[in-house]
């Protein structure tokens, strides 16, 4: 796991954590008023504003190498292995194995 993903889980907890306690208070104060159900909404919504938020940034650059991005390397290599096939080529390379058993990259 990188320390971009680590830092944008970090942010994640904390943020929910924060709009929980802050919404806790009104709950208590006015446990059966209109305002619990209006702090729950609007809590909700800026919880999954911000979750959307961090998806957006980590999918913003698919080519870094990570584990979940776009595996250029085993795309490049299969493209080669396939154009030496078309001219006849008979000493290909060995396409590209996942790193960990796990990850194509």
């Known amino acids: ?3 971009k993903s680590v830092t944008a889980l970090a942010l994640v907890v904390s943020l929910i954590t924060f709009i929980y306690l802050d919404i806790l208070h009104l709950h208590v104060a006015v446990s059966m008023s209109v305002i619990s159900g209006i702090s729950t909404a609007i809590s909700f919504f800026i919880a999954i504003f911000l979750l959307v938020y961090q998806a957006g940034l980590a999918l ?3 080519f870094e190498g990570e584990p979940n991005d776009t595996p250029m390397s085993s795309i490049v290599r299969t493209i080669e292995i396939n154009l030496l096939e078309q001219i006849g080529d008979k000493n290909l390379p060995d396409p590209v194995e996942p790193v960990d058993g796990r990850y194509l990259m």
Do not use: Q
């Open 60 to 62: 913003l650059d698919p």
């Open 1 to 3: 796991m990188s320390w």
